[in-house]
């Protein structure tokens, strides 16, 4: 008898319990504030929307062209003498000219891996004409293609926005400094 009132007992706490957390949560549901924040957007969310601007421009180049030799892919490189890699985006011409010319300097003894990997990083003709011809691929799909104008715009207006965060951020050591103050010349 005493087991069936305790069991009994504990029920009814557990259920009182329960409609007491489940009375908070609507509380708290109809207790929610709204806050607007004025002011300006933080360098890091600037950064981030340009990258993501970025990326998705080069995706949908990618997604237009047909030939796999003008798709740019985007992979990460150690960086010379450092532990730290970086991101590099190179079309597949690019990369294949550039193995091509570090294998035939650095095989045919040209005096080492840095010394074919500054000649592999100078480029050859081919390298330019593949270039001119990849430009022209990206200008024909601009002029043709209403819905990646307004992408690269949207993107252009992006960067510069971010490029306007930077400065404010980094002063007279950012990158973008000599930038922004020649298109502000331009403009006066």
């Known amino acids: 008898m005493k087991a069936a009132l305790c069991s009994l007992a504990l029920v009814i706490a557990l259920s009182l319990s329960v409609d007491a957390n489940s009375q908070e949560t609507d509380n708290q549901s109809q207790d929610v504030e709204v806050v607007e924040v ?4 933080p360098y ?4 981030q929307e340009f990258l993501d601007s970025r990326d998705e421009v080069r995706n949908y180049l990618n997604d237009s062209i047909s030939n796999t030799d003008f798709k740019i892919k985007c992979r990460r490189v150690s960086i010379p003498n450092s532990n730290f890699k970086e991101r590099v985006c190179s079309s597949g011409y690019d990369t294949r000219i550039k193995r091509e010319l570090f294998e035939d300097a650095f095989f045919l003894g040209a005096g080492g ?12 003709t081919e390298n330019r004409k593949k270039r001119e011809e990849h430009l ?5 799909i601009y002029v043709e293609d209403e819905k990646f104008r307004e992408l690269f715009h949207k993107h252009k207006q992006i960067e510069a926005g971010y ?14 400094n000599d930038n922004l103050e020649s298109d ?5």
């Open 38 to 41: 004025y002011g300006s957007k």
């Open 163 to 176: 490029q306007k965060a930077h400065v404010v951020k980094f002063g007279s050591l950012s990158q973008f």
């Open 113 to 124: 891996f840095y010394v074919a990997q500054r000649v592999a990083d100078s480029g050859s």
């Open 136 to 140: 022209a691929i990206i200008e024909k």
């Open 44 to 47: 890091k969310a600037w950064k």
């Open 184 to 188: 502000q010349e331009n403009e006066q």
